[in-house]
């Protein structure tokens, strides 16, 4: 591949690169499809859940509800995602009025996510651009060099009983009702205003259904939705045998390929994940939307990488720190033993 | 690839700059940062849109099939 850096102009692009092309196109008809068979059940199972608590059931019935609603708003946050990279309806304004509200019910500020996602997009598996949009990763070397309350807490974050449990809550319900603060100032207003749609939801619910049976419903949703959306993200960018690299040798291609998996999901579950697994493709063409990257990938043997599945993925658990050396992700424990050599 | 054009769409978040503005920003978008890569000549983002203008209005945002 040429040095795209110096030559100042696109490299050129392998001829099955430019034919992913057409499947970049938003398709209204399949999107409103989706919406229907996705954001309508959603609403029902929330309302049958709310009359579950408001009406005396058992509280483990309404918990039999959770996991196919939590299901259904997972494939949303996917509908959300596509409307950021402009592929989820053909209309600017339709994708973000969308985001928007899906992002209000997920509790996420959709603009400055979308640049935060954006910015990930540009950046993702370099080493020298990390910090925005993506699960904060050190290399071992760095881990080693930095003074014991930094290592600490860097061990506390990425222990996956903290990322794992605690970690995205406090992502969603906390963090992200803060600008973040290297956004530009043009992105802040948005997430205050978010913010305001996020109260007038919870105030309406209080007046309505009352804030406890709200929260009854809502509560474990939301944990199992974030968690599991942290866990995505961390597969597809963290996997054992993921490639990152130095600003000078970041290779896109490969970066695709092989800093972005392929997650294989069972087919229920890739279906509530809205393809989201086949992340590599994704990061290779951005604006595929998710109705279109089955039939993108099933055309690109090109892109037919061995996949991580349900059970390698568990094998992340342990990535903790990239070495640069062996240019593979290792746990704190395999660090400090090489270390110990 | 044509180096010589004048303008680059980019693919991740839609908006057009000339090519001399991506390489004084060291050949990234000038918007949000996107590697070359995924610049695409604005003549080839024209032939997708044949509405699209010959000169496209620098900064703004053009969706893919926006012009279609
Ligand atoms: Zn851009």
């Not at chain 1, 690109?300 to 993925?313: F, Q």
Request: charged letters at 15%.
């Amino acid at each position: 591949m040429p040095d795209a850096k110096n030559a100042g102009h696109p490299p050129d692009r392998p001829a099955w690169f430019r034919d992913l092309a057409q499947y970049e196109r938003p398709d209204t008809r399949v999107a409103l499809r989706q919406m229907l068979l996705t954001v309508i059940p959603m609403l029902g199972l929330l309302a049958l859940m709310l009359y579950t608590v408001l009406h005396g059931f058992p509280y483990w019935s309404t918990l039999l509800l959770v996991l196919p609603t939590t299901a259904l708003l997972i494939r949303s946050f996917i509908f959300l995602h596509d409307a950021s990279h402009g592929s989820y309806f053909p209309s600017p304004r339709a994708n973000a009025v969308l985001g928007f509200l899906v992002g209000v019910l997920i509790l996420t500020p959709y603009h400055e996510w979308r640049w935060a996602h954006l910015y990930h997009h540009a950046t993702f598996a370099n080493l020298d651009r990390r910090g925005v949009g993506d699960i904060k990763l050190i290399t071992v070397a760095e881990y080693q060099a930095a003074p014991w309350p930094r290592r600490l807490s860097y061990w506390i974050y990425r222990h996956p009983l903290v990322l794992f449990t605690v970690g995205p809550t406090i992502l969603f319900a906390v963090i992200q009702r803060l600008p973040i603060r290297s956004a530009p100032a043009s992105e802040h207003p948005a997430v205050w205003l978010s913010n305001a749609a996020m109260l007038a939801m919870v105030t309406g619910a209080d007046l309505t259904v009352g804030l406890r049976a709200f929260l009854l419903v809502m509560a474990p949703i939301w944990v199992i939705a974030w968690t599991t959306g942290v866990w995505l993200f961390y597969v597809q960018h963290q996997f054992q045998g993921v490639y990152w690299a130095r600003q000078e040798e970041w290779d896109f291609l490969r970066a695709a390929l092989e800093g972005s998996s392929h997650y294989k999901l069972p087919r229920l579950l890739q279906w509530c994940t809205g393809n989201i697994g086949l992340h590599h493709l994704h990061h290779m063409r951005p604006r595929i939307p998710n109705y279109r990257l089955q039939e993108a990938y099933d055309a690109t043997p090109a892109i037919h990488v061995p996949p991580v599945t349900l059970r390698t993925s568990l094998d992340a658990l342990w990535s903790n720190l990239y070495d640069e050396e062996a240019h593979r992700m290792v746990s704190f424990h395999e660090a400090a033993r090489a270390r110990g050599q | 690839m044509d180096e010589n054009t004048e303008y680059y769409w980019c693919e991740l978040c839609g908006h057009v700059y000339r090519r001399t503005t991506w390489e004084a920003n060291g050949n990234r978008c000038p918007n949000c940062g996107a590697d070359l890569q995924y610049a695409h000549p604005w003549e080839e983002i024209r032939a997708l849109n044949p509405r699209y203008p010959a000169t496209p209005v620098v900064g703004r945002e053009y969706t893919m099939y926006g012009g279609a």
